[in-house]
């Protein structure tokens, strides 16, 4: 069985920075590109960031490029993002998501986690 | 970058009826198009992908189609369960986007 476990989340103040972490069993994780999805409180979803399962080719949402990394561990099956220089704006459920398994492109995240609460507020 | 518009925003029905909620993209997206559900306070859930395959384990009642601009997601017989908020997304170049989601709300 998939399961996707993000930790890492909590109140920080703006500027400051946090890591989230998405702890990833039940598939061969470095197999599969991994992406970050947020939500902020009653609103829709926003892509962030997607990373390759060999960890190349990371791409970013414009509101967060320059300020957040993607970046993974496969050796411990773990997805990482670093949050620098945060905005108020940043406050949002942060998703981790497991790509498809279709070969030859990305795009459809078909396991989704609970989700870890980011805060960003003085 | 493109942008993916839903409509209708909130859709009021009733267990048993039939559906459609449309999703227009900005500029074409072939067929990179995929289909979420999302109850309150859950994951989305991935329900369709490439804008007309079913995902695993999905019921026959939720459908897609459309290419280039325009794609419909189709509910034949709505349940209790689908009571939700759907949401677009498009793959075909990044960044990928979302649409504002459609929130279907018992009539």
């Known amino acids: 069985e998939v399961q996707l476990l993000e930790s890492g989340g909590g109140l920080v103040q703006p500027g400051g920075s946090l890591r989230l972490s998405c702890a990833a069993s039940g598939f061969r994780f470095a197999t599969y590109a991994m992406g970050w999805v947020r939500q902020a409180p009653g609103k829709g979803l926003e892509w962030v960031a997607v990373i390759s399962g060999n960890g190349g080719d990371p791409f970013y949402a414009e509101s967060v490029q320059g300020r957040f990394t993607i970046s993974r561990d496969n050796s411990k099956d773990t997805l990482f993002l670093q949050l620098n220089s945060l905005r108020a704006e940043d406050t949002a459920v942060y998703f981790c998501?497991?790509?498809?398994?279709?070969?030859?492109?990305?795009?459809?995240?078909?396991?989704w986690g609970q989700g870890t609460l980011v805060t960003v507020s003085s | 970058d493109i942008q993916m518009t839903q409509s209708p925003s909130t859709l009021s029905a009733s267990v048993g009826d039939r559906v459609t909620i449309t999703c227009r993209a900005s500029q074409s997206i072939s067929s990179w198009l995929a289909w979420y559900q999302q109850r309150p306070g859950k994951a989305p859930k991935l329900l369709i992908y490439?804008?007309?395959n079913s995902e695993s384990g999905v019921p026959s009642r939720f459908s897609g189609s459309g290419s280039g601009r325009e794609f419909t997601l189709t509910i034949s017989g709505l349940q209790p369960d689908d009571f939700a908020t759907y949401y677009c997304q498009h793959y075909n170049s990044y960044p990928w986007t979302f649409g504002q989601g459609t929130k279907v709300e018992i009539e």
């Open positions: 490439k804008a007309s």
């Open positions: 998501a497991k790509d498809g398994p279709r070969i030859g492109y990305y795009g459809e995240l078909d396991y």
